[in-house]
């Protein structure tokens, strides 16, 4: 079974560029999640998908940051403008449903970006 | 909020030696319990988890977690350690899909 996918793995641009990452999630899993994780620290939440829909964006800096996942599979987080700040790795992860707590989540392998 | 305090940055020790890293929660509710691992050049992988039940928890490669409800702690430990466990551990709370995790622990172990 194919894990979660996530492209670029590396991502170099200077600021106030714009920068998108892909995900693609475990095959039927129905809930998606965008985590942001900053040097030294834990993996934060930044949107969760229940198919196309988006039922948690709280953390979501939506002044620069979006997110879509049409169709209710691949999606993809864009930041427009990046900022030095933003230098990160995003984490997409994946799980079956959200009916049970007990749900794992699966993790990609991350994109790095670092802005200039 | 729930929050997670994972007591150690870095731990270094050689093979064989007994590992114990620590992890305590803040959250007065039900929670969900976990630790993930992240090997070198790998993604985040889940470890053991804890929903319910017996308080210590075995998970994968020896690995196992004891639950302290009155103590909001969830410790990871290994008998005996090898090389090959050298890698980043998160102790994460859930109280229903999201996930906070701790800083992280980088466990380095010496041949």
């Known amino acids: 079974e194919a894990g979660v996918v996530q492209s670029p793995r590396y991502k170099i641009i200077e600021k106030k560029q714009p920068v998108a990452f892909w995900c693609n999630p475990i095959s039927g899993h129905n809930t998606l999640y965008w985590y942001r994780q900053n040097l030294g620290q834990g993996p934060e939440l930044l949107i969760r998908?229940?198919?196309?829909?988006?039922?948690?964006d709280s953390q979501l800096p939506k002044d620069r940051f979006s997110a879509e996942r049409l169709k209710g599979v691949d999606s993809t987080l864009k930041i427009q403008p990046a900022e030095l700040g933003d230098s990160a790795v995003y984490l997409c992860?994946?799980?079956?449903?959200?009916?049970?707590?007990?749900?794992?989540?699966?993790f990609g392998p991350g994109t790095r970006l670092t802005v200039l | 909020a729930q929050s997670v305090s994972q007591h150690n940055h870095h731990v270094i020790l050689s093979e064989a030696a007994s590992l114990e890293l620590g992890c305590n929660y803040s959250?007065?509710?039900?929670?969900?319990l976990f630790w993930y691992v992240q090997y070198p050049g790998q993604h985040l992988q889940l470890l053991l988890k804890y929903f319910s039940g017996d308080p210590l928890v075995k998970g994968i490669k020896g690995f196992e977690a004891e639950f302290i409800k009155s103590k909001f702690s969830f410790n990871l430990r290994k008998p005996s350690v090898q090389w090959s466990d050298t890698a980043e551990y998160f102790c994460a709370v859930s109280n229903d899909y999201k996930l906070s995790f701790g800083a992280g622990t980088t466990v380095t172990v010496r041949a």
């Open positions: 998908y229940e198919n196309e829909e988006a039922v948690d």
């Open positions: 959250y007065g509710g039900t929670v969900n």
């Open positions: 992860a994946s799980s079956l449903d959200r009916s049970s707590a007990y749900n794992e989540q699966f």
